[in-house]
């Protein structure tokens, strides 16, 4: 399977974006899908993960209540909508597909296919 994130941008503090992220070569209901995010350095950190059906959400606690993940496997896409965006969410945000069972994977290590990234520059 392969990975490709896009929507990142440049946006000021209290914006939104939408990440999209498009899965092709493989079946997307076969995976677990994440989005992880790296700021200038700093380590790769979890943002958000949804379970294969799309029945079960997690979020980091930075951005519980400003983001939201969700797929629609029919078109072979993962979303994240983000709002209400602070200088601290900048980065390079990745989407991966994890095929094992879902557990609310939160480690980078637990994710087995990486897409490219897309940047998010927030200013303040």
């Known amino acids: 399977v392969q990975l490709q994130a896009s929507g990142g941008g440049s946006v000021q503090a209290g914006g939104s974006l939408r990440l999209s992220c498009a899965v092709s070569?493989?079946?997307?209901?076969?995976?677990?899908m994440g989005w992880l995010r790296q700021a200038p350095g700093k380590e790769r950190e979890f943002v958000a993960a949804i379970r294969r059906s799309g029945s079960a959400t997690y979020y980091a606690n930075s951005v519980k209540g400003r983001f939201i993940i969700s797929r629609e496997n029919m078109k072979n896409a993962v979303y994240l909508q983000m709002n209400s965006l602070e200088p601290e969410d900048t980065g390079v945000y990745y989407c991966?597909?994890?095929?094992?069972?879902?557990?609310?994977?939160?480690?980078?290590?637990?994710?087995?296919?990486w897409g490219q990234g897309t940047l998010v520059t927030v200013s303040s």
């Open positions: 991966a597909a994890d095929q094992g069972l879902w557990n609310r994977a939160s480690l980078p290590e637990e994710y087995d296919v």
């Open positions: 070569g493989g079946r997307p209901a076969n995976y677990n």
